[in-house]
């Protein structure tokens, strides 16, 4: 049999008793934390008796200063315990994300038809309203025929060009003219 919906009261009323609960969990936690902390102190600095002698007075500093160099080098153990942990993590957070970037597939990118006038805009903004005309920039090739071209040049390239009778005719008579031409120059 299915289970009943619980009313949102009752919810309210179970979350609010689970909060304070919660509360009085952390609370407890606090004051056992700073009695620790109590003892601890009290354990390692026990309350100051100052000698009246000369003599006992040097003898509590060389204590004093025998236990500050055992603190100092605690500190000092600790610190580099930390700084190898840190560097640990560094390493294994770089190994991570080198696995992580062998398996990440780049994702397939959409193609966008773009004028180069809009892409220039997309990239500087607004501000800049620049206009490049591309085939202005583009290299002009003249297509000039040469002469030596024309005069050896075969009519059956141009079947098109001189179609009919006419035209015919006409390239028969530049080849005859440029024939008599040539002959006569070399005469002379």
Not at 51 to 68: A, G, T, V, Y
Not at 78 to 107: A, C, R, T
Not at 136 to 152: D, F, G, I, R
């Amino acid at each position: 049999m299915a289970e009943k919906k619980m009313s949102s009261t009752r919810r309210n009323q179970l979350k609010n008793l689970l909060l304070q609960i919660g509360e009085a969990m952390l609370e407890e936690e606090a004051q056992r934390v700073a009695e620790e902390k109590r003892k601890y102190l009290k354990q390692q600095c026990p309350t100051l008796s100052i000698p009246d002698s000369m003599q006992s007075l040097q003898e509590l500093c060389r204590k004093l200063h025998k236990q500050i160099d055992l603190v100092d080098e605690e500190r000092y153990d600790m610190e580099l315990k930390v700084k190898k942990s840190n560097k640990e993590i560094d390493d294994l957070k770089s190994k991570v994300q080198d696995l992580n970037g062998k398996y990440f597939k780049k994702p397939v990118l959409k193609r966008v038809r773009m004028s180069a006038d809009a892409m220039l805009a997309a990239l500087l903004g607004s501000k800049h309203k620049v206009s490049m005309d591309l085939r202005a920039n583009l290299k002009q090739v003249k297509k000039e025929q040469k002469e030596e071209e024309k005069q050896t040049g075969d009519w059956r390239k141009n079947v098109e060009d001189k179609a009919g009778m006419d035209g015919r005719k006409k390239m028969f008579e530049t080849e005859t003219v440029l024939q008599y031409r040539t002959s006569n120059f070399s005469e002379y």
